[in-house]
């Protein structure tokens, strides 16, 4: 199946609140950022790929990071493509300055984000939170992110995702486990 890819803030309906929101601030990231629905049954990576013919080094996944450290938690989002995965407990956790790094639980995610598990993005984070994008991403010609939701997925360009506010580029990434 073939996925409809138009502008984004053409289908709000298709966008979490705070992803529409930063959208509209940003200027859709002059129009770059295109949307596309999907099966929300679908919206894990591996199964998103496979039913719409998504190459693994066209998607990238959207972690959130807790950072520990003494009595103060720090959040961080995570970007790398969905052929490797997210050096949390090195690089992620040196950049946070944290002695302990770990994924956050589901719900505070969800919570956090005001979007949908399955669907978070980089797009409409709290802005306080740093943005790590890994640099395999930000090279990217092409990439398929989360929209906040489960039933739609953005694309956009890497250098377009490097230009966020909160985004800081550098080497996140990891091989995936085999």
């Given at each position: ?43 894990d990576t591996a199964a998103f790929c496979e039913r719409y013919g998504v190459a693994l080094e066209e998607s990238a996944?959207?972690?959130?990071v807790a950072g520990r450290r003494g009595g103060e938690t720090r959040y961080a989002a995570v970007l790398v493509l ?97």
């Amino acid at each position: 199946m073939k996925l409809e890819w138009i502008p984004a803030l053409e289908r709000p309906d298709l966008l979490a609140p705070p992803v529409e929101r930063a959208l509209r601030e940003l200027g859709d990231l002059d129009g770059e950022v295109r949307v596309a629905e999907i099966d929300p049954g679908l919206a894990d990576t591996a199964a998103f790929c496979e039913r719409y013919g998504v190459a693994l080094e066209e998607s990238a996944n959207c972690v959130i990071v807790a950072g520990r450290r003494g009595g103060e938690t720090r959040y961080a989002a995570v970007l790398v493509l969905a052929s490797t995965r997210a050096d949390v407990n090195g690089a992620v956790r040196r950049h946070l300055g944290a002695r302990k790094a770990s994924f956050a639980p589901h719900e505070e995610a969800v919570g956090l984000t005001g979007m949908e598990y399955g669907g978070i993005t980089p797009i409409g984070l709290p802005e306080s939170w740093p943005v790590l994008v890994d640099e395999a991403v930000a090279a990217a010609p092409f990439v398929v992110i989360g929209s906040g939701l489960r039933r739609s997925k953005l694309a956009l360009s890497g250098a377009a995702l490097a230009r966020l506010k909160a985004v800081e580029v550098l080497p996140v990434a990891m091989p995936a486990a085999s």
